[in-house]
């Protein structure tokens, strides 16, 4: 009731008041100063206070004609009302111009740019400046964005991005996956590409990983090197020792592989995309609403079936090569490895035997230090008296052959099946027994000429053919 009464006495003071009075009070409390003359209105407000009371004059021209002025208000309101509407429309239909064309000039820049990879792998995309000079140093192509990228391995942006994004549950994968059994026993799980990423995976194998020069102590995936040439330093010593660095291709991850990429002198954009093509997580098969989708059960890593996998090993191994190198020679051990199996024979100086226990213990600390694992079980010291064996080769004379065991077991198969037929050593049903022969004869040639020219002639009189 108070607050109603002080508002009817403040309109009642309001009209009473004459305009000079209201302006003297407005100047008193500070609104401008004395002295000054009243501010003119605003250019747009004058405008419009005229442009009001003009269209007032005429309404009230038009009341004084009309017979029924509330019927030509409620006229005036409709029309104001349908301009109105008008004016919304125009500038909703001129901002959905505007998003429309905001639309289309992103999808114009999208086709050259790689905003975005997947949760957790799209650091560093932003960047697509690459060293050039590191580049031509190691003579590899100069590529600074993915759509250089993308035009090297002879492809689209769109299906670059579609090969590479990174899902954490996906309906389609890019791999097919089975196990095969390992020799030591268990299943060795094998992430085999599809035809569109092994493409591409075989033009980055190609194109960028071959041109670099691994270590000389690397054997594995090497061309013009094999289990023979690992296995020849170490032919005729005093000792043998053997590790095995375990879960090889598991333990190197995403970011060791975007690293070597970006070492060797290309952007972390290409780098990023090139560690995503070269990497997958492991993942499990699951149903979700009646529908099949794969999730990832960790990190993304070199998988055990991709083209690049072995060279990207060796080429991350490099540092740790070379550390072992030294370390070997430090010890006057000599040093090789092939893929994940590490080799070091020495013999005795003088009456100094070789160091097996110091050497084991400073190589099991650099293992370590480069982020590998030893598996333990696997590493054996094979001392002169019993067989010494690197790469499944038999290293106690001066030149690596097949272990006479296996020699016995091919001659007796070949000499049973040219008595009795290949049907009767066929003993696991192998669909192409003489192609199997064929290699296992090959194989014994390439690493012993000597005793392969014998089995050749023994496997051409078990085939017929003489």
């Not at 109603?4 to 000079?20: A, C, F, G, M």
């Not at 390439?446 to 017929?464: I, M, P, Q, T």
Request: with cysteine; hydrophobic share 35%; aromatic share 6%.
């Amino acid at each position: 009731m108070v607050d109603n009464e002080k508002s009817q006495l403040y309109k009642r003071i309001v009209q009473q008041t004459n305009d000079w009075m209201l302006l003297e009070r407005m100047r008193m409390h500070g609104f401008w100063p004395k002295g000054q003359k009243l501010p003119e209105d605003p250019p747009d407000e004058h405008q419009e206070r005229n442009e009001i009371e003009s269209e007032l004059k005429q309404l009230r021209q038009k009341q004084l004609k009309v017979k029924n002025p509330e019927k030509l208000l409620h006229q005036e309101r409709v029309r104001r009302w349908e301009e109105s509407k008008k004016r919304r429309a125009k500038v909703k239909a001129e901002k959905a111009e505007q998003k429309k064309q905001r639309r289309l000039a992103w999808d114009a820049e999208k086709k050259d740019l790689y905003p975005y990879a997947g949760p957790g792998v799209s650091s560093g995309l932003q960047d697509a400046k690459s060293d050039i000079s590191k580049l031509v140093a190691n003579g590899l192509p100069i590529m600074h964005s993915a759509g250089d990228l993308a035009s090297f391995l002879k492809i689209n942006l769109s299906q670059l991005r579609w090969l590479s994004y990174h899902r954490r549950g996906a309906a389609v994968v890019h791999y097919h996956r089975y196990s095969i059994p390992k020799k030591t026993g268990g299943q060795r799980a094998i992430s085999a590409p599809k035809s569109a990423l092994s493409e591409v995976q075989q033009a980055i194998l190609e194109g960028i990983l071959n041109p670099i020069q691994v270590e000389d102590d690397a054997h594995g995936f090497v061309k013009q090197r094999s289990i023979v040439t690992n296995a020849i330093p170490h032919a005729n010593k005093d000792v043998v020792v053997n590790l095995d660095l375990k879960d090889f291709f598991p333990s190197i991850g995403f970011r060791r592989v975007k690293g070597l990429f970006h070492k060797l002198g290309y952007s972390e954009q290409v780098a990023t995309v090139l560690a995503l093509l070269s990497t997958e997580p492991p993942r499990v098969k699951a149903e979700v609403a009646g529908k099949v989708y794969y999730i990832a059960l960790g990190d993304r890593v070199l998988p055990q079936g991709a083209c690049t996998s072995p060279a990207l090993t060796n080429l991350i191994c490099r540092k740790l090569d070379r550390r072992l190198r030294g370390l070997g020679a430090k010890f006057h051990f000599q040093y090789t490895r092939y893929a994940d199996d590490l080799t070091f024979s020495g013999s005795a100086d003088g009456d100094k035997p070789p160091h097996v226990g110091c050497l084991l213990g400073a190589v099991r600390r650099i293992i370590s230090d480069e982020g590998f694992t030893e598996n333990s079980k696997k590493t054996h010291v094979m001392r002169r008296g019993r067989r010494q064996e690197v790469t499944g080769l038999t290293v106690n004379s001066e030149r690596p052959t097949v272990s006479r065991k296996e020699r016995r077991a091919l001659r007796a198969i070949l000499h049973n099946a040219a008595k009795h037929g290949l049907d009767s050593q066929n003993k696991n049903n192998h669909p192409r027994f003489a192609d199997y022969l064929k290699g296992r004869v090959s194989y014994l040639a390439s690493v012993d000429a000597k005793h392969g020219a014998k089995f050749k002639e023994l496997l051409s009189k078990a085939l017929g053919q003489s």
